[in-house]
Structure formats: structure tokens, C-alpha cells
């Protein structure tokens, strides 16, 4: 599946493909196609190449980057400034990038590229340090997980609106890692991968969450 600096990855279940972030300043995304899926054991490893809204993926000639690093190896490829989270929810492919505290989605049938939050021009920037993510299935919510900032899990709705949803104090020199939904949408689950004196702490928070009132 590549080597390079691994952040994050997301399945496509629909068109069986992986998709993965690349934690560097000047980092790709990638798309893996397993030649049987679901077996990874072997595919073809793209990278994207984004042309207004307009997604393509071409080749990555040796993911072993025996002689180039695979960043390098597709003319044109989209640099993305600090992969992070990324998530698959309903034909969309939701990830982050760090270094500039932005929120892409790409339409997985469409290949449609856009950015859903961009704290350069967002109104009271209530969200920095983007990490990890993940979708509340129903309501389409994305909670995003702050490394560092004011420690925040924030929540993105479909309409755009930006809110902090839960915040932890006195955790410094930590990050929230890993929100996730129980399978039943009824708990949230994050960490402070830190917590407050250097060993990580993991937090449950119960609903009802909007996803329940959205059919």
C-alpha cells in the first residue's frame, strides 16, 4: 500500500478501494485498489491529481519508493499540507490537513473535490489543530478532533455551521485522538491521547446525538 509517512485510512466499501493520508508538510492522498478485495496483500496505489473540483488519480509507479519518494513519483499531484483523519461515510470521503486547519470531502462517484472548513476564512476559526474525524451516520454531522488548540472535539453540520461539542481542560501538551461512534450511534468515544500526566485517557459521552432524529 506504499511506503511513505502513513497517517490515516478510510475503505470505500462501494467501490473497494482504500483511501490514505500522508502525514508530511507536503504529503499526497492516496487511493488503493486491492487486485481481490478485501484481501490488501496486492492492488494499484494511486495518487490524486485535483483540477478545480475535478478528482483524477494516476499512478504511483513504485509504491516501494526504492528510488524516489513516492510523494514525488506523479507529476501534478495535489499537495496536501499535513495529512491527517480521514473517513468514509455515504459516497463521500471526508479527511483533514493540519497545517493549514482545513476539512476536504471528495463525492466518491463524482469524483468532485471541495473544502468544507478553512479556518483562514472562517468566522471566529472555533476549530484549529485538525485531526482525527469521524461522521455521525444520519445527520451527516463531522466531529473533529483538535490536536492541541483548546483541546476540542468540534462538530462541522452538512449546513456548515462550526460548534465546539466537548472540550477537555488542563491537558496540556496532549491532542484528542480517535473519536468513533458506538455501532449503535447512542456513544462517542474519544481520547486525550496524553491526558494529564503523560498516560492516555479515553472518554465516553452518551447521546442522543442528532443522527437519532434524522431518518
Not at 160 to 178: L, R
Not at 189 to 208: A, C, H, K, L, M
Amino acid at each position: 500500500m506504499g511506503l511513505f509517512q502513513h497517517e490515516a485510512a478510510a475503505v470505500d466499501p462501494v467501490h473497494e478501494v482504500v483511501y490514505l493520508t500522508e502525514d508530511q508538510a507536503d504529503g499526497r492522498l492516496y487511493r488503493y485498489t486491492p487486485t481481490s478485495y478485501p484481501d490488501l496483500g496486492s492492488g494499484t496505489l494511486e495518487a490524486a491529481v485535483i483540477d478545480g473540483e475535478q478528482v483524477s488519480w494516476v499512478e504511483v509507479p513504485d509504491p516501494s519508493a526504492a528510488d524516489l519518494p513516492t510523494k514525488d513519483q506523479v507529476p501534478g499531484a495535489t499537495v496536501f499540507a499535513g495529512g491527517e483523519g480521514i473517513w468514509y461515510s455515504e459516497g463521500t470521503v471526508v479527511f483533514t490537513t493540519k497545517r493549514d486547519n482545513r476539512v476536504h470531502a471528495i463525492d466518491t462517484a463524482a469524483q468532485t473535490y471541495r473544502v468544507i472548513y478553512d479556518a483562514e476564512v472562517a468566522q471566529g476559526a472555533a476549530l484549529r489543530g485538525v485531526d482525527n474525524i469521524t461522521v455521525e451516520e444520519g445527520s451527516g454531522d463531522l466531529f473533529v478532533a483538535e490536536d492541541g488548540d483548546d483541546m476540542q472535539v468540534v462538530i462541522i453540520t452538512p449546513e456548515g455551521e462550526v460548534a465546539p461539542f466537548a472540550q477537555v481542560t488542563g491537558h496540556e501538551n496532549s491532542e484528542i485522538t480517535g473519536p468513533a461512534f458506538s455501532p449503535d450511534g447512542t456513544r462517542l468515544y474519544f481520547s486525550s491521547q496524553r491526558g494529564t500526566d503523560g498516560n492516555g485517557i479515553t472518554y465516553e459521552v452518551t447521546g442522543p446525538f442528532r443522527g437519532a432524529q434524522v431518518e
